[in-house]
């Protein structure tokens, strides 16, 4: 599958396929909580191992989709080129999530790298649909480590929104807030006091939920072993001038 021009859509099927089996659909369900609709059964290295093998490729990545089956629009995710997202992909894609795996894919491969990252991070936040929102916070949680270069101040408004949503106990919404606060407090020194003020107030809510989001992400964040990033880099590692 080295030539983009002749790779067709049944070759990728007849691909992915070869890599599934029904052993690998019950492990997903009973392990992962994975259980969509028309899927081989394939694991996310097998995937991305043929991701890496296709290349980027926008046009597959679409007719992946538009196949509707699941394992090819995991691939979707990882071959289409999130400098070409639009919005309304964006909401094609994320109207179409089956479980939280497909979600964390696309807003991690996708979304988060998308120009439209932020915007759509926000809204999507507001969203009732459970994976809907889930994105929302996935990718603010990718959104951390994909974008280098973002200021501290771009990630204020994923702070509120934090805290405004702490109170869906949903388990996939709830996992992504908490993922969303933790990823913020490893980004850089400031960002993780700024996380722990969070979580500290999230304590103060009287709200089970909200609690157990403060608590785990207390436990990551206040860890001296924890390993925290420095981005941006032109403030938290600035360059030695030669003398």
Not at 64 to 90: C, G, R, W
Not at 91 to 114: G, H, N, P
Not at 140 to 153: E, I, V
Not at 172 to 194: C, P
């Amino acid at each position: 599958m080295n030539n983009k021009e002749e790779i067709k859509v049944d070759d990728v099927l007849e691909a992915l396929s070869a890599l599934g089996s029904p052993e690998t659909i019950k492990t997903k369900r009973d392990k992962f909580g994975v259980a969509p609709k028309n899927t081989f059964g394939v694991f996310q290295k097998d995937i991305n191992m043929l991701a890496k093998e296709i290349g980027k490729n926008n046009d597959l990545a679409i007719a992946l989709f538009e196949t509707e089956h699941y394992d090819a629009q995991i691939l979707t995710s990882k071959i289409f080129n999130p400098k070409h997202l639009t919005k309304d992909l964006m909401e094609q894609f994320v109207s179409s999530f089956q479980t939280w795996e497909a979600c964390d894919s696309f807003s991690m491969k996708l979304f988060a790298r998308s120009p439209f990252a932020i915007e759509k991070a926000l809204e999507w936040s507001h969203r009732e649909a459970e994976f809907e929102k889930r994105a929302g916070f996935a990718t603010m949680a990718a959104f951390c480590m994909a974008n280098k270069k973002a200021d501290n101040d771009v990630f204020e408004p994923f702070f509120d929104a934090v805290v405004r949503e702490s109170w869906d106990n949903r388990i996939y919404v709830r996992k992504s807030v908490n993922w969303a606060l933790r990823n913020m407090g490893k980004r850089n020194l400031d960002l993780n006091y700024r996380a722990i003020d969070t979580a500290h107030a999230l304590l103060q809510m009287h709200n089970k939920t909200a609690q157990w989001i403060a608590n785990n992400a207390l436990k990551e964040l206040t860890d001296d072993s924890m390993r925290r990033s420095d981005y941006p880099r032109s403030i938290y590692r600035p360059k030695r001038k030669m003398k």
